[in-house]
């Protein structure tokens, strides 16, 4: 008899780790499906909002969700920081290197392209951006 409680124990833990195995990755499970749900109605509104702008769309929808997922990822960290500010002053220049580079009047899609996701994702967001980019000289310079 105690050999056979002994089995039956060691079997209840077994099936009791089982059971909370599987809990945990179906909550987990959940939680992905939920989130990945959210990451792809956000890339469809911006997929849509961009066309409707007239700017370029990635080519694949699973781009948009892989990179900016549900929260907007690092572009909603903070869109108007002193690091996010460099990057757009370094690509609103001539190309050229060292003493050659020079300020040019920028393209307006840019900062346009860069507004709407940040509607779609982190639309608290957006007036700093705004704001940082104010002084900016931007135009239709390009045709796309």
């Known amino acids: ?9 060691a ?8 059971l909370v195995a599987l809990a945990i990755a179906g909550i987990v499970t959940y939680r992905w499906a ?3 749900a ?3 109605r956000k890339a469809d509104q911006l997929t849509t909002e961009l066309r409707a702008a007239g700017l370029r769309v990635p080519a694949s929808h699973d781009t948009i969700t892989n990179v900016l997922g549900a929260d907007g990822g690092v572009i909603c960290a903070d869109p108007a920081s002193a690091m996010r500010k460099a990057i757009v002053d370094t690509q609103l220049v ?3 290197a060292s003493v050659g580079q020079r ?3 920028g393209e307006v899609d840019l900062v346009t392209g860069t507004v709407t996701v940040l509607e779609v994702y ?11 980019v104010a002084d900016y000289q ?7």
């Open 1 to 9: 008899m105690t050999a056979e409680r002994g089995w039956a124990q």
């Open 11 to 18: 079997h209840r833990w077994v099936i009791l780790a089982v």
């Open 34 to 36: 939920q989130r990945n």
């Open 38 to 40: 959210e990451a792809d």
């Open 94 to 96: 001539n190309g050229a």
């Open 103 to 105: 300020p040019i009047i």
């Open 122 to 132: 982190c639309p608290d967001k957006v007036d700093a951006f705004r704001d940082m």
């Open 138 to 144: 931007l135009d239709t310079v390009s045709n796309n």
